[in-house]
């Protein structure tokens, strides 16, 4: 069947993302979404293997969170957020507020995580300005790591990271680290900081698994670690819970497996159910309060056009919803005994180094990179929608995705790995 016109006739002037476009395939034509299901034009189903880069936590087009779309649209569907208010973002933000540990209680609206994370490093440097503090103006990051593709976010990305490393020297460079996931680590980051600690803004980390780096995990230890160090040197600690918030890891925030709060954590992706962008950096009190000020110039001057967009708002007030009468949880730990059990097979997978489960993530990591538009490919044959990246083949499902639908994914990991 050939492409739909719209398709072929939007192709030559559409930029499209993380790929070459002199050599990459043409995407497949989406027309529908239903529950786990990508519809495609010629009525073929794929399984979204990923939940649209894991923000459908939900599943598409979830009743509630689309009742409450409608209604917001008929009511007011934007209006800009400086010196207006809307019902449906002061609701978000204590609703937010409430459900972060301690008083991360400080709510600042963007549209995207790149930006949310961009948010959060200016709001660092300007702590430590507000506070009289001079020459803080680098931030320490950790191999591995993975915040952003907009300028200053791929300073804090892992700076052997292939999609980012044509841009080295284009921006000041960043402190970059290993985790401190032992006693010598841990030693190196506490001289690090000792000896460098007057320049350090704040320290940036994806708390339990480092996403797009290549599905790292960490054990909780590091983030007590990190709040440790952070307190001794007088640094503040930046979580990135862009991937890990919203139930992904297992807990509502992954920052709650170690009992421990950062100064201020990003938080976007699954925030409103995979429907429409919206972000937020969330401040402690003692964060906020450096810029409680009679000084207008000691203010946060910071303001994007759709921050705490009314739609947005109003699909994320539907999302918490959903969180709050509790299934996620029966639901997270049956898709990650589900990938756990579908892809234990894939360690005798030729190539494969590691197999491993964390919440509802499943990974098949390789030796090398892997073909991505080819295992694409593979994958539709099978029914699955799947696109790994680097050295993983991964897996970030909807947490309502059905247990068959489960198999399905896992069933075509094992079948394009060659262990099925």
């Known amino acids: 069947m050939s492409d739909p016109r719209w398709l072929t006739e939007g192709a030559p002037h559409v930029w499209r993302p993380y790929c070459q ?19 495609l034009d010629n009525g073929q189903e794929l399984v979204d293997g990923l939940a649209s880069w894991w923000t459908a936590c939900h599943g598409y087009n979830h009743p509630h969170i689309a009742d409450a779309l409608r ?28 459900l972060l540990p301690g008083d991360l209680d ?26 009289g ?54 030693a190196a980051l506490d001289t690090l900081l000792a000896t460098r600690g007057r320049e350090i803004a704040a ?41 890990t918030g919203f139930g992904r890891t297992g807990s509502l925030f992954a920052m709650q497996a170690a009992g421990v709060e950062p100064d201020i954590v990003t938080l976007s992706k699954a925030l409103t159910g995979g429907t429409l962008p919206l972000s937020a950096a969330v401040a402690r009190r003692h964060v906020f309060e450096a810029f409680w000020s009679d000084d207008p110039g000691a203010a946060l001057m910071h303001g994007p056009t759709y921050m705490a967009n009314p739609l947005a708002c109003a699909a994320a007030n539907a999302s918490l919803d959903l969180f ?14 589900a990938l756990a059990d579908g892809l234990e097979p894939c360690h005798a997978g030729r190539g494969v180094v590691d197999v491993r489960t964390l919440g509802a993530i499943g990974v098949v990591e390789f030796e090398g ?32 995705t059905p247990d068959a639908d489960l198999a399905l994914l896992t069933r075509a990991v094992r079948r394009v790995v060659g262990v099925d």
């Not at 948010?119 to 300007?126: S, T």
């Not at 709050?324 to 005994?337: F, I, L």
């Open 369 to 400: 990179a892997v073909a991505v538009s080819d295992l694409c490919a593979r994958f539709a044959e099978h029914g699955a929608w799947i696109r790994p990246m680097g050295k993983v083949v991964y897996l970030t499902p909807a947490f309502t």
């Open 21 to 39: 476009m002199k050599t990459a395939g043409p995407p497949l034509p989406v027309v529908a979404t239903r529950g786990s299901r990508l519809i």
């Open 133 to 186: 503090v001079n020459g803080r103006t680098r931030f320490l990051a950790f191999r591995g790591g993975y915040h952003g593709d907009t300028l200053a976010t791929m300073t804090v990305c892992d700076p052997e990271e292939g999609m980012h490393s044509l841009f080295a020297g284009v921006m000041p460079a960043q402190v970059i680290a290993d985790l401190p996931c032992d006693a010598g680590s841990e």
């Open 203 to 243: 320290m940036l980390v994806e708390p339990l698994i480092q996403g797009a780096g290549g599905m790292l995990p960490h054990p909780p230890e590091v983030l007590r670690t990190l709040r440790r160090l952070a307190d001794k040197h007088d640094v503040l600690l930046i979580f990135d819970e862009i991937f």
């Open 324 to 337: 709050e009468d509790g299934a996620w949880v029966r639901d997270v730990a049956r898709v990650s005994a």
């Open 106 to 131: 400080h709510v600042f609206f963007a549209e995207s995580g790149s930006v949310a994370v961009e948010i959060a490093m200016k709001m660092a440097l300007q702590y430590q300005l507000n506070r």
């Open 71 to 98: 209604k917001q649209i008929e009511a007011m569907p934007h209006v800009m957020f400086g010196g207006l208010a809307h019902e449906p973002a002061y609701r978000l933000a204590k609703r937010l507020a409430g």
